[in-house]
């Protein structure tokens, strides 16, 4: 798992936190991703949309993508397709892909790049794997997280956000024993790369095995922690975590407490890989319907009749969006 490594010595420790006057945020809920088949064809795991919406506002999907070593001509992507009202961010672990969109924004991801494309009042992508991987095969891993925008920016013209391995902030636990990379947001006065409409916090963290990684955390943030690879626990109560499950943690308290098992499944693992996402919530309505997510049907609607009136951009005749299991109502 390549994403971005480092010297943990080297690096800006995080503050050691108190153990006794911490306000530790327990474990609401675990939930097991489910597995779907996107695109054309390649599986995700997805652990919400699922999930209580009051746990994960503003965060609308997750889907985990890999880690899977595909064989010569096994690479799969997505066709051109349209959203709009929220944001997607793709973080590429192991592998590459490669994004276009009708507003001329995209390029290749590899190896611990994110990128990061507000749709915001419309347009259209395509997502694919490089023809070096389709002809030759190879490892491929990544995560695409969905992000809500506020009614007041659901409009915004779109734009798109290229965050390279080299921009990322690295930290080191307080013990110097885990690696933490800042990909948006702030931790403990740390800030990430990422610029986001919704106030939010995402981390991929890399915690030694037997080691414990405390994280202060923003009062009013939501938290959910997923599992990329490996097995460990989380929150005070120590609630077991493995690979494909996300502890959704309660609201109050201002600090997560997490900590890998001693022995990983994976041979020469580096330790427990997590995601630790956090936001701000919204707390508007939500109508949602595939590609686009708004405040009301009507909205819905609308998108429906810009996109088929060709409003959300122009892609190659030869070109042709069909429906993707992200399409249906959730």
Known sequence: MPAVTADTLTLPRLPRLPEATTAWRPVARVITAQRHLEGEGFAVRRPFPGVDLSLADPFLLLDHMGAVEYAPGEAMGTPWHPHRGFETVTYIIDGAFQHRDTTGGGGLIADGDTQ??????????????????????????????????????????????????????????????????????????HEGPGVTYTPITYLHATVAPGARLDLPWPVGFNALVYVLAGQGTAGPSASPLGEGQLAAFGPRGDALTVRAADSQPAAGARGWEILVLGGLPIREPIARYGPFVMNTRDEIVQAFEDFQAGRMGVVPAERVPHRSSRDETL
């Open 116 to 189: 990061w494309m507000t749709a915001g009042s419309g347009l259209q992508h395509i997502e694919q794997p490089p023809p070096e991987l389709v002809a030759s095969g190879g490892m491929f891993h990544g995560v695409q997280l969905w992000v809500n925008l506020p009614r007041a920016q659901k409009w915004v013209a779109p734009r798109y956000q290229d965050i390279g391995r080299g921009d990322v902030k690295l930290l080191s636990s307080d013990d110097g024993a885990s690696l933490v990379r800042v990909i948006a947001g702030s931790l403990a006065g």
